[in-house]
């Protein structure tokens, strides 16, 4: 069961990107304000979300040995992940593969992994503490 928890919302949203992917138009199934960014904008938060959630699933979901490299594991999985889903595009009618997008895809992914490890640095006693009150 512990691993459903940490790699169930891995598996389910590469599922969702890989479905989104394999629609010819899908400006067509998205809000319309996500219109108003850049295809690079859009690229790099999707995959920034996804690199969060393989560092998640890398550093509490796996053994002792994995979780130092929790970080570069969880870059390396999210841009090999968006090297395929540029190969898949390649295969979809009005879809293209892009070079440019698996960059944005890579640079997302270490903005993801690092705003998780960021946040989980905060949830530690005694992290945050001024520089002046360590005395």
């Keep these: 069961m512990g691993w459903l928890r940490y790699w169930g919302p891995v ?25 108003l960014f850049s295809d690079k904008v859009l690229h790099a938060v999707e995959y920034a979300m ?9 550093r509490w979901g796996t053994n002792e040995a994995v979780k130092p490299w929790a970080g570069f594991l969880a870059v390396l999985a999210t841009s090999l992940y968006g090297l395929s889903d540029e190969i898949h595009q390649s295969f979809v009618p009005h879809r293209d593969a892009s070079g440019w997008d698996w960059l944005a895809d890579s640079v997302g992914a270490l903005v993801g992994v690092a705003t998780v490890q960021r946040l989980f640095r905060w949830r530690r006693p005694g992290w945050l503490v001024w520089e002046s009150d360590r005395g």
């Design 50 to 58: 996804l690199g969060g959630l393989f560092y998640r699933a890398f």
């Design 11 to 35: 598996c389910a949203y590469a599922g969702l990107i890989f479905y989104l992917s394999s629609l010819p138009n899908p400006e067509d199934k998205l809000p319309s304000f996500v219109g």
